[in-house]
């Protein structure tokens, strides 16, 4: 008996307090914040003299260029193209530099190998497999990260980027989606593993949803030494003066093609499957700072150059490695390499590439970084140049393997739009929780990817122009 | 004395004035982040720039710049200020 009354009254209470808490709504908690932010301003009174206020002049000065209704998106842009033109014209030199280091170093092994007597084997694997991998992995990629990073990190520590997110967001309301996106966008240009993380910012989960699917349209630090290599040999070397100029504009094209397919991608699961409204949006807009040297260059040198250049490096050793083993163990008259091409070749000829550039993405898949490196080694192991010590030779290997112009825009516009690398994909199932949404990301970028380079390559062929 | 006590909702602050705040109608999260950013009743707010299309608005609270969108800001209630009182 007890017991039942004292539920009851349990129960009861249980009620009544809900009532309190229905008639009392907000205004209760409202009462503790504020009151709670009273004391904290009268101690602020007490404790600080403003010195702010020629800050918020500074500010206003550099905000109301910046958050121009007309200088504010012509702005963006121009940062865009001087962030790359200033990367690829700085890469340049250093990378011919290390890969004629790198692969001279390359003979001295080949030397010492012989002279140990190692046998054909180990000699291939190790020298032609490892280290050329190796090699081309830190020639292409380390010079442009060592810019851009460095470049990207002083915006980030500017306080320049939540003005991004404030100039886009009503592109992005649009689109039912968040300003902050474009936040996530940003970071997904040095990595997007890291950018689908960086989705966390997005308070609404449809969003962070949208968020997250479309991270991969921003082609990452893995991807643009590839775009950067193959637009200045096809496109910017085409026209020898102001190359680097018209390779920051071509990148820049590609980059804002991203942002387009981003924009109409959310859009497109705003109105299937992640239908909903636009929710809020609440943008701190920081205080411009001196960006600390120090802390620059020991963030974008120690915790993303290398950080990225190891990563490749792991994945780069071992698929070396078996990209040499693979092209040199045949079977019947082929090996392995060129049965396996050969048998990717209609699919990818449909698409305006070839069976090797197909294998070479889908090999990439632990790591974009190694898609070129990949693909030059199985050029080179098929064809008949064995070797060649600088950038420009690359030219020669690629047309010499029947690429036109259009491969090149095509391997571009695939590599941008094709499926995300292992790590985002285990990012975004831990991110979400769900094998579907990771399935989606993967699904989602290679149906446009093969849909648009399907695409482009039919009407340029219809009307004959490659 | 009357006209002062009107209350209008944020979204129409005109650009450059200050007001204060006297309630929010919003709901769920969105109402926790404008309480943790300290826009409680009683807070002076300056609306400082428009974003370049007019949408997000950004507001001056505490020394702080916050941008809004103006369905959001529309719900949130404000009165104009008497004069003579201090400025954000």
């Known amino acids: ?466 | 004395m009357k006209n002062a006590e009107r209350i209008n909702s944020l979204s129409d602050l005109s650009l450059g004035s200050a007001c204060q705040i006297v309630s929010l109608e919003l709901s769920g999260l969105l109402r926790r982040r404008i309480l943790d950013l300290g826009i409680v009743p009683g807070t002076l707010i300056r609306s400082i720039r428009r974003g370049p299309s007019g949408d997000p608005t950004a507001y001056l609270v505490r020394g702080t710049l916050i941008a809004l969108r103006s369905e959001d800001a529309s719900q949130i209630l404000v009165k104009k200020l008497s004069n003579g009182e201090e400025c954000v």
């Open chain 1, 1 to 466: 008996m007890c017991a039942i009354s004292s539920s009851r009254n349990l129960s009861e209470a249980y009620g009544q307090a809900e009532y309190v808490r229905k008639t009392y709504r907000n205004s209760f908690s409202d009462q503790i914040v504020a009151d709670i932010y009273g004391n904290a301003e009268q101690i602020t009174k007490h404790v600080l003299t403003n010195k702010g206020r020629h800050r918020i002049g500074f500010d206003q000065i550099i905000d109301n260029l910046v958050t121009s209704k007309w200088f504010g998106y012509p702005l963006m842009i121009l940062l865009l193209v001087g962030v790359f033109w200033i990367t690829i014209e700085g890469a340049n030199i250093p990378s011919g530099l290390l890969a004629s280091v790198l692969f001279a170093f390359q003979d001295q092994l080949t030397l010492w190998f012989q002279w140990l007597g190692a046998p054909d084997w180990v000699h291939g694997v190790l020298v032609l497999g490892v280290y050329r991998t190796l090699a081309w992995v830190v020639a292409v990629m380390l010079p442009p990260m060592a810019i851009f990073f460095p470049l990207f990190t002083l915006l980030e520590d500017s306080g320049y980027l939540p003005r991004i997110a404030f100039n886009l967001d009503h592109i992005f309301k649009k689109a039912k989606a968040c300003g902050k996106q474009s936040l996530t966008m940003c970071m997904g240009f040095g990595c997007n593993a890291a950018g689908v993380t960086s989705c966390r910012i997005i308070d609404s989960p449809r969003e962070r949803l949208i968020a997250i699917l479309t991270n991969n349209f921003v082609p990452c630090n893995g991807r643009f030494p590839t775009l950067i290599a193959i637009t200045s040999i096809f496109i910017g070397g085409a026209i020898a003066s102001y190359s680097g100029i018209i390779n920051a504009l071509v990148i820049s094209g590609i980059i804002l093609l991203g942002i387009a397919v981003t924009l109409t991608v959310s859009w497109l699961l705003s109105m299937t499957i992640l239908k909903g409204e636009p929710s809020s949006l609440v943008l701190e807009l920081p205080s411009y700072r001196r960006p600390k040297i120090g802390a620059v260059i020991y963030r974008s040198v120690i915790d993303r150059t290398l950080f990225v250049l190891r990563r490749a490096i792991i994945i780069a050793a071992p698929a070396g490695a078996v990209i040499w083993i693979l092209a040199n163990v045949y079977i019947g008259e082929l090996s392995i390499l060129s049965t396996v091409a050969h048998a990717l070749n209609p699919l990818g000829k449909l698409i305006g590439l070839d069976g090797f550039i197909l294998m070479a993405f889908i090999l990439g898949l632990p790591a974009n970084e190694i898609v070129l490196p990949i693909l030059i080694m199985s050029y080179l192991s098929t064809g008949s140049l064995q070797d060649f010590s600088s950038l420009e030779e690359l030219r020669n290997v690629l047309v010499s393997n029947g690429w036109t112009w259009l491969t090149a825009v095509n391997v571009m516009l695939f590599s941008l739009l094709h499926w995300p690398c292992a790590t985002t994909l285990l990012t975004t199932y831990k991110e979400t929780g769900s094998k579907k949404w990771a399935f989606l990301s993967f699904l989602i970028p290679t149906l446009i990817g093969f849909s648009a380079c399907f695409i482009l390559t039919q009407v340029v062929r219809l009307f004959g122009l490659a």
